[in-house]
């Protein structure tokens, strides 16, 4: 991630022109967020519950992942997969909290903030035998940071260097300070891989991962299934319960409901708003519900010519070269009256990167400009093109994600849009978001503790996951500084001065917020779902016998 740090009186400066900036382009009325009132459900561990040992357990996974590689993935549902087989340094539990999996304690950061030291566990083995120690989370954690194609590059700041120190501490050496690094660690970045692997298989280890987690990697079939067997080899596997686990690849939420009352399935993923009540209702069924850290809407092609992370090529159309043509869409969504019509009540909306539940949260950074499609239309007249201007937008080929896009389609065009929509299948989206092979693209984040794994990656000049190919020195500075200090205070001031900046260009426009659905038969227990969105299946088991 590229950044550069600025003297204080320098950013106070730059910060007060981008909000003057940003006010002179901005429409000056908000709208105040509301959230949904559904209790959270996030589950329980098993406990002392009685459980019955073995048997086998079918997800309905709602789409395909991409490779399972932690260095090069983006795929939220590649993340419910390995959450059972290759676990990671940190992990969020059940309140938010950052809590060590893999190593024993949160990181020692030096005075000067320029050395993280993380202890490691001992006497734990990759499902391959081979040990788990201090060489391979340095293997582990260069190949994220230099493999070429790696998502995980920008997420884990300004590395100068990585050592092991004996067989149980890793030492890692920063440029400046780093403060988001634990929350990374919390995820993909922080997923080690077996290093003998890693030498084996190359850039192909995501078909045939080896980690170390409850169950081992056994077989995929492209488009139908993944299976994971239980490893005796892990080092809690007095607590693992299932034989097998088989992900079944379900797109289409109805059929995985029916599945779930059928028996077929014991659990799925992403259930559908408007299947939510009903499955609520059914005694048979278990409803988790979880608020998420992410966000939902639609990225906007600027300057993502040759792939994301490639030098910026800004396109040269309305949409992509002046920011009031973005404004104007942006404007022409109303946001709460379309999640309430296309889900139900179930889903929230949002205008900003940072969510609602979140220590960060403050008015000033999670309100929505105001439905304003005159003024909308406006603006389009000032950058001076015709109407209905058009945009071709791709949307994941679902039922959810299609209704929802043709009501927003319906929507933007009281504010002189022609919005095109293009049924496109998930790892198709995935694809085009990386190669820059779109103009418009519905697609959402899964979200992440830390507020820099949701902004930074996606907006920082030259990041790997800057699909949109947007390039903001101003943004690039204050994302910088924000990651830099460790003032919670000043982070919060600076997140919110980003999301000005955001608002200001939109090359990314939010438009909901979704609760993690997620249902499981009451044949099963210690199924987990919290705010990142992943589905932990790791330690659950089949309930006992009722008749004993």
Same mark, same amino acid.
């Given at each position: ?26 429409? !000056? ?10 209790? +959270? =459900? ?17 997800? $309905?996974?709602?789409?395909?992942? *991409? ?81 070429? $194609? ?25 440029? /400046? ?9 919390? *995820? ?89 009540? /009903? ?6 069924? !278990? ?32 949409? /992509?070269? +002046? ?22 009540? #179930? ?26 499609? =005159? ?5 389009? /007249? ?17 039922? +959810? ?13 009281? $504010?002189?849009? +022609? ?25 959402? #984040? ?29 943004? *690039?500075?204050?994302?910088? #500084? ?22 200001? *260009? ?19 227990? $210690? ?22």
């Amino acid at each position: 991630m590229r950044f550069r740090l600025v003297p204080r009186r320098a950013l106070r400066a730059l910060a007060i022109g981008a909000v003057a900036v940003a006010a002179a382009s901005c429409s !000056h009325t908000h709208t105040t967020v509301q959230i949904t009132t559904h209790a +959270d =459900d996030y589950g329980q561990p098993v406990g002392t519950q009685p459980v019955r040992e073995g048997g086998d357990l079918v997800m $309905g996974l709602s789409n395909d992942p *991409d490779r399972l590689d932690p260095s090069t993935s983006s795929s939220l549902y590649m993340r419910y997969v390995m959450s059972t087989i290759c676990e990671k340094l940190y992990d969020n539990d059940a309140s938010g909290n950052l809590v060590p999996q893999l190593a024993t304690a949160l990181p020692k950061f030096s005075d000067d903030g320029l050395t993280v030291t993380i202890p490691l566990r001992t006497g734990v083995r990759f499902a391959d035998g081979t040990p788990f120690n201090a060489d391979a989370v340095e293997a582990s954690l260069e190949r994220h940071l230099s493999l070429p $194609g790696s998502q995980r590059t920008g997420e884990m700041g300004p590395i100068t260097g990585i050592d092991a120190e004996g067989s149980s501490t890793v030492v890692i050496h920063y440029s /400046a300070p780093f403060a988001p690094i634990t929350a990374a660690l919390a *995820d993909r970045a922080g997923m080690i891989m077996s290093a003998a692997a890693l030498k084996e298989e190359g850039k192909d280890f995501g078909d045939h991962p080896v980690c170390t987690g409850p169950f081992k990697f056994r077989e995929r079939a492209t488009g139908s299934s993944i299976v994971v067997e239980r490893d005796p080899l892990y080092y809690d596997a007095q607590n693992v319960h299932f034989d097998t686990i088989t992900y079944r690849i379900m797109p289409d939420a109805k059929a995985r409901a029916d599945a779930l009352r059928t028996g077929s399935i014991q659990v799925a993923d992403t259930m559908s708003p408007q299947d939510a009540d /009903a499955l609520k209702a059914d005694p048979r069924l !278990h409803l988790l519900v979880s608020g998420s850290f992410g966000f939902q809407g639609f990225y906007l092609n600027i300057g993502n010519q040759d792939g994301a992370g490639k030098p910026v090529k800004p396109l040269d159309t309305p949409l /992509a070269k +002046d920011a009031r043509v973005r404004q104007a869409l942006s404007l022409s969504i109303d946001r709460q009256a379309l999640v309430d019509k296309a889900f139900k009540g #179930w889903y929230e909306p949002a205008c900003t990167p940072i969510a609602p539940r979140t220590s960060y949260a403050t008015l000033a950074d999670t309100s929505c400009p105001q439905f304003d499609p =005159d003024r909308a239309k406006k603006l389009l /007249a000032e950058a001076g093109v015709q109407t209905p201007y058009p945009i071709t937008m791709q949307v994941m080929n679902v039922s +959810d994600q299609l209704d929802y896009a043709q009501q927003l389609q319906a929507m933007v065009a009281r $504010g002189g849009f +022609d919005l095109r929509l293009v049924p496109t299948e998930y790892s198709a989206l995935l694809a085009a978001q990386k190669n820059g092979t779109y103009e418009a693209l519905l697609l959402g #984040w899964s979200g992440r503790l830390d507020p820099d794994g949701n902004i930074a990656r996606f907006l920082t000049t030259g990041s790997s996951g800057n699909y949109s190919g947007f390039s903001s020195a101003a943004l *690039d500075d204050v994302l910088g #500084w924000a990651a830099h200090t460790t003032s919670p205070a000043r982070r919060g001031a600076l997140y919110e001065q980003a999301v000005t900046l955001i608002q200001r *260009d939109n090359p990314y426009i939010y438009t909901y917020r979704l609760r993690n659905l997620t249902a499981h038969s009451d044949r099963v227990t $210690g199924i987990e779902v919290y705010a990142d969105g992943a589905v932990r299946l790791g330690k659950a088991a089949f309930v006992s016998d009722r008749n004993g």
